[in-house]
RNA sequence: CGCGGGAUGGAGCAGUCCGGUAGCUCGUCAGGCUCAUAACCUGAAGGUCGUGAGGUUCAAAUCCCACUCCCGCACCCA
């Protein structure tokens, strides 16, 4: 049977990630993960913080922290936002790990046996005062081509020329201003990237079809543009040491090291229970595994080019990926997220708002898949009200309620379905297999449009059933539809549970089904409806399981965050 | 001629690959129901699909051509 292998991008460690990083890779996995999980298949999900690098160090130079205690300070912080946000990784690991150092090591041997790997010295801008090389984005001075005083080494951003730091009229060093800055001669490695071209324009070819428009145009380009060598390490402290003579002092570019760390991260779950986990079989020679990739589109280039390149040049058996679902931005009303500009939600920020449920039904149903989506408090309140609360919320809570009201806290037994109960599996049963269909499509938009869908057949069946006058004459037969109405709950929290797990829970609760069976809802739609036996006890709701946004906590938000509401 | 992605009723989207006179959600208006959270259900109004009295075709949102506008790639950041 076949296996799941599920990552995602590895979200970088210098802070706390806003909306936009969950849904571009992080959540749509988890989603696709739960739903596979209970589809009953064999699923490993992994992820990890991406921890090397200079924008690392600068953000722990500016904590007065020393990097390392850094990064396991915001290893943790970030660990602990996405368990509330509900991500079920089977593990989620670091890529300073010892593991990674191994492996990270053993591609960069493998790659120089097959001699994929050159060794070149390069003139670098060494800042005296800061004790450190400097990468060009880090030195800024001005512009010769327009004079504008804070181009960058690398980009002018004023006149969008691209530059040399050496072009530079007055070089300082953007970490301490200093301009005591040479230029010193420093060896490096560089993967050689075009003599790999062949077997990597061969393994695009191979799922061009098959993979989103966004994916393979990203990865056409950079073929079109011709692979170069590219440097692979770096003269910083803080990285995995590059294990060749003459490199005492240098670290892999932290490019090089995030995607191992996939599999590294493997290898750390495996630790953990060693003697039944087995990560080789996952990553090495694994025929049986489909792997699946989930990364927003800056992420593209890395998992298509560079990454396979590792694994093809180590011309050893690693698994491939086998599809990458990439994703566009999520702006906010209109604009970027940006981090210096206060605009947008942070994950921690979003937390103490409201439940993850809501952020997470909204997410995936507005995912960037096709092109940038924006994210408005005004939609976001829009769907949680009508979507969550008055269609799933009220549908809940009505059946429950009346249940209760007309009999007793349970189950109700007596009466038979009819034709119109027999309708009503059928199309219920051609919507699931519709979103089911979009879920294994990774279709996250249509797959919640199609959830929603298979929560309003509910309320269509109890209009038309119409049990509260029905039962005026034909009690048994009340009895009936509500029997079918409150096995209803159980399948919409069987079906919803990759995108509101918090809610499915309460769903369940509220069943008295604490150890519930979470297996996915297949061809059989009669008898998932009938799971539930007369006399089965429930719990009333005390209030309902979702909560309406009002006008003036959205205006409220708008203010908080922002956000202009005539910007729409 | 930098690259890429878009342009469909008031808003957000689907349909475009495999052409046959446009579909969904929200919003609006009207009606129904009364079990439920002013909730649910039904119906209606509203678009000719960025522009070109362009090309191909019996037929184009859907294929071809030209153009326009928007967004991203250039502080931060994914």
Not at 288 to 311: C, G, Q, S
Not at 451 to 459: F, I
């Amino acid at each position: 049977m076949t296996r799941y292998l599920i990552t995602s991008a590895l979200p970088y460690i210098n802070g706390i990630k806003h909306l936009g990083n969950l849904v571009g890779s992080m959540l749509p996995a988890d989603v696709y993960a739960r739903f596979l999980r209970q589809k009953g298949e064999d699923v490993l999900f992994i992820c990890a913080t991406d921890e090397h690098g200079t924008p690392a160090e600068l953000a722990a130079l500016e904590k007065g922290q020393d990097v390392e205690t850094f990064c396991t300070e915001q290893h943790e912080i970030q660990r602990s936002i996405y368990e509330r946000f509900g991500l079920s990784f089977d593990h989620f690991g670091r890529s300073s790990s010892e593991r990674n150092t191994e492996l990270t090591q053993h591609f960069c041997k493998k790659l120089t046996e097959n001699g994929y790997i050159e060794e070149r010295t390069i003139k670098q801008v060494y800042s005296v005062d800061d004790g450190r090389f400097l990468p060009d984005r880090y030195i800024v001075g001005t512009c010769p081509h327009c004079g504008y005083e804070a181009a960058r080494g690398d980009q002018c951003e004023n006149c969008t020329r691209v530059l040399d730091p050496t072009d530079l009229i007055n070089p300082r060093s953007a970490v301490s201003g200093s301009s005591n800055l040479e230029i010193r001669d420093s060896k490096h490695l560089f993967l050689k990237l075009p003599e790999l071209e062949g077997k990597i324009s061969a393994f695009i070819d191979e799922h061009e079809a098959e993979w989103p428009v966004v994916v393979t145009s990203i990865a056409r380009k950079w073929l079109k543009e011709g692979l170069r060598e590219r440097c692979i390490t770096r003269d910083l402290k803080w990285g995995i040491p590059v294990p060749a003579d003459g490199f005492d002092g240098k670290v892999f570019y932290v490019w090089f090291d995030a995607p191992i760390e996939y599999i590294a991260a493997t290898r750390e779950w495996a630790d953990k229970a060693p003697s039944e986990r087995d990560w080789k079989s996952w990553w090495y020679d694994a025929k049986d595994v489909r792997y699946v990739e989930f990364m927003a589109k800056d992420n593209i280039p890395f998992h298509t080019i560079m990454f396979p390149a590792t694994l093809l040049g180590s011309e050893e058996p690693w698994k491939k990926v086998d599809y990458i679902k990439g994703f566009n931005w999520l702006t906010f009303y209109g604009g970027k997220f940006s981090t210096s500009q206060k605009r947008g939600i942070f994950t921690n920020q979003a937390l103490e708002e409201f439940p993850a449920d809501y952020w997470r039904y909204w997410l995936m149903a507005n995912a960037p898949e096709n092109s940038d989506s924006s994210f408005t408090f005004s939609s976001f309140s829009g769907m949680i009200n009508k979507d969550l609360n008055d269609v799933l919320g009220n549908f809940v809570n009505r059946v429950l309620k009346m249940t209760a009201g007309k009999f007793s806290p349970a189950v109700p037994e007596g009466g038979e379905w009819g034709e119109l109960e027999n309708e009503f599996v059928k199309t219920l049963s051609t919507r699931i297999a519709d979103y089911t269909k979009y879920m294994q499509a990774m279709e996250f938009r249509k797959a919640t449009a199609e959830l929603r869908a298979v929560w309003v057949e509910g309320n269509n069946y109890l209009t038309a059933a119409a049990p509260w006058t029905v039962i005026k004459e034909d009690r048994e037969k009340a009895a009936m539809i509500l029997r079918l109405a409150l096995n209803l709950i159980r399948v919409y929290a069987v079906l919803s549970a990759p995108v509101i797990p918090n809610a499915s829970k309460d769903m369940l609760s509220l069943l008295n089904l604490n150890d519930p069976d979470m297996a996915w809802i297949g061809e059989d739609t009669a008898s998932a409806l009938q799971m539930l036996k007369p006399g089965h006890a429930f719990n009333v709701p005390e209030k309902p399981i979702f909560n309406k946004i009002m006008p003036e906590t959205v205006a409220e938000l708008c203010a908080r965050y922002g956000a202009d509401p005539e910007a729409e």
